[in-house]
């Protein structure tokens, strides 16, 4: 990690507010997910603001928004994915937004705005996290263009820096 980053404890009550916020965009209560008291931190980057909740790096905040890491496991279960054909994965691990005819199907419920995993068809594991265009029902009747937008993806800054993190704690 040689790039310079800032590490330090958030406050009780500015912990709370970014959970607050967080479990309102994602639509899933995150503090329900953690059984003991949530600790965090914030590890200030050139490129976006990690949230380490008990030492795991499991939120970005970029800008105004925050979003889970993909190592983020616990909440997968509960939020909607879709499923993208196997010729889909390089171009998502590239960067590329998630378009109509790379995709299998979908699992769950979600409206436009909402954040949504996206995964591979032959593993299920999570290669991208993306703001959906469409609602439910437009999404699944969408045959070309974007359907969602890649905001992060294996490979990226993020998943580089949330890598090496991982293993220094």
């Known amino acids: 990690m040689s790039r310079k980053y800032r590490r330090?404890?958030?406050?009780?009550?500015?912990?709370k507010s970014l959970l607050s916020k967080a479990s309102e965009k994602l639509k899933v209560d995150l503090e329900q997910?953690?059984?003991v008291k949530v600790n965090m931190e914030l590890v200030e980057t050139d490129f976006a603001e990690i949230l380490l909740i008990n030492?795991?790096?499991?939120?970005v905040k970029a800008g105004e928004s925050v979003f889970p890491t993909?190592?983020?496991?616990?909440?997968?279960?509960?939020?909607?994915?879709?499923?993208?054909d196997m010729g889909a994965v390089p171009h998502m691990c590239n960067g590329?937004?998630?378009?109509?005819?790379?995709?299998?199907?979908?699992e769950g419920k979600f409206r436009k705005g909402d954040f949504i995993i996206v995964v591979d068809e032959r593993h299920g594991k999570p290669?991208?996290?993306?703001?959906v265009v469409y609602d439910v029902d437009a999404a699944k009747k969408a045959t070309q263009g974007v359907v969602v937008k890649n905001i992060h993806f294996v490979g990226d800054k993020i998943w580089n820096f949330v890598k090496k993190l991982e293993t220094t704690i």
């Open 8 to 15: 330090h404890f958030l406050k009780a009550k500015e912990a």
């Open 33 to 35: 997910i953690f059984d």
């Open 55 to 59: 030492s795991k790096p499991l939120l």
């Open 70 to 84: 993909l190592i983020f496991n616990k909440l997968f279960a509960l939020m909607p994915k879709v499923v993208v």
């Open 96 to 106: 590329a937004d998630v378009m109509a005819p790379g995709i299998v199907r979908f």
């Open 127 to 131: 290669i991208a996290m993306g703001e």
